[in-house]
């Protein structure tokens, strides 16, 4: 399909594509088995200019949008929905400090990222509170010149491999979600901990780790956007991210539909798809109907983002339900299609099932989506009348 992308955007997605193929693909296997964080591959895409396509030409970036990111998210996830994940990571981390951060705290926090001299976590969910994102417990409390962080964080992608953290406190418990601050957080501050990486079903080479803060005395000047009004910085960056995991799951699905093609298409096989298995067929065509459905709301989304639109909320969580799902049931379909050829480790097929579950599970649930989603709807139609 034609999704008239521009010059530039072809361009970028051509080079991702073919990165992808040379610099992936020949460790997918190794990372997903060692469970190993893609540090040389990042390095490399930091090279290509891909860690910065997402951030202004001022901070180091190429001048891209969250356009650019999903291109670049959906080539890697093609072949490695962990690698992307890492990557995509980044994305999340910054959005704040690009939303919300002063002139001087972008210089400081985003060129190193763009960069890649350094990566960036999000630090959001805790032990008791993800999806509840207002019922956060890790307090921040005023010392002059000086935040406070005591508490935790868990599932933290990119967790002890960032240097730079963007961190969600409590300010002010007695106001709930409107007692949030969000404060950037150097990896090298006293008291900041790491815990182990976490063994996962899927996307295991990415890092996702437990974060701790014994006192950790952070800048006030690292404060993001004004005092309480971190649930608003938390809200609005998620809005801009989800198109990035729509796009990890589309990446996924298109990865599932390039290995059934591949295996439909192989000599022995060609013959008797086209003659005999019409309820094969049909799995092929609603797979692929799916996953061009999933390109279409994605970069509808993505487009969206980089145009300035407000009101993203519903499309947003829209875009990373439905890709996410679809990325589920494409990698369920190609298995059905491939029979037990598609339960064969060496297929990739299953490792694309245990990564695609979790697209649907992280960064919100899609529980969550669907409640943003009902939501969204109902204040907006309220507002209209
Ligand atoms: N943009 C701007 N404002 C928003 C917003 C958005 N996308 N979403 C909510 N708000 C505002 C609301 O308008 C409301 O403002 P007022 O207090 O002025 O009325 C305020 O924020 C609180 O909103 P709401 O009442 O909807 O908050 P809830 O606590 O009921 O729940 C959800 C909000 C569930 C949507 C939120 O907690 C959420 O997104 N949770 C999932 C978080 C997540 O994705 N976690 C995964 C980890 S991050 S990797």
């Not at 970028?12 to 594509?17: D, H, N, V």
């Not at 956060?136 to 990119?158: F, R």
């Not at 919100?364 to 939501?375: D, P, R, S, Y």
Request: glycine fraction near 10%; proline fraction near 3%; charge should be neutral.
């Amino acid at each position: 399909m034609n999704y008239l992308l521009s010059p530039h955007e072809i361009e970028i997605q051509a080079k991702a594509r073919e990165f992808a193929q040379t610099h992936v693909a020949p460790y997918v296997d190794e990372l997903d088995r060692e469970e190993r964080f893609p540090v040389e591959i990042l390095a490399k895409m930091s090279k290509e200019g891909f860690l910065g396509a997402f951030f202004p030409k001022e901070y180091g970036g190429t001048g891209g949008g969250v356009m650019d990111l999903c291109l670049v998210t959906e080539e890697i996830a093609r072949v490695c929905c962990g690698v992307s994940t890492s990557y995509a990571a980044n994305a999340l981390a910054t959005f704040p400090i690009l939303l919300f951060g002063t002139e001087e705290q972008k210089k400081k926090y985003l060129t190193p990222v763009a960069k890649g001299e350094k990566y960036a976590a999000f630090g959001l969910t805790e032990p008791n509170a993800g999806s509840d994102a207002g019922g956060i417990q890790t307090t921040a409390v005023q010392d002059g010149d000086y935040y406070v962080l005591n508490g935790s964080k868990q599932w933290i992608t990119n967790g002890g491999e960032a240097g730079i953290y963007t961190v969600f406190t409590m300010t002010d418990k007695s106001r709930g979600a409107r007692g949030i601050t969000a404060f950037i957080m150097e990896k090298e501050t006293p008291g900041f901990g790491y815990g182990k990486k976490e063994s996962k079903m899927g996307i295991r080479c990415s890092a996702t780790r437990e974060l701790s803060f014994q006192d950790c005395r952070v800048p006030a000047a690292n404060m993001l956007g004004k005092k309480n009004m971190g649930f608003l910085v938390a809200m609005k960056t998620l809005d801009m991210s989800r198109p990035g995991v729509g796009a990890e799951a589309l990446g996924v699905s298109q990865g599932v539909v390039d290995k059934v093609l591949d295996y439909i298409s192989s000599a022995s096989k060609e013959q008797r798809f086209h003659t005999s298995f019409q309820a094969i067929q049909g799995k092929l065509a609603e797979l692929s109907t799916l996953v061009e459905a999933s390109r279409a709301l994605v970069y509808a989304v993505a487009r969206a983002v980089d145009a300035g639109e407000q009101d993203l909320a519903v499309g947003s969580a829209m875009s990373k339900m439905f890709a996410t799902d679809v990325s589920v049931k494409a990698a369920a379909l190609a298995m059905e299609i491939l029979g037990e050829d598609g339960a064969r480790r060496d297929m990739g097929l299953e490792k694309m099932f245990r990564d695609a579950k979790i697209t649907q599970i992280y960064e919100g649930t899609n529980e969550i989506q669907k409640g943003v989603i009902a939501l969204g709807l109902v204040r907006s139609h309220r507002k209209k009348k």
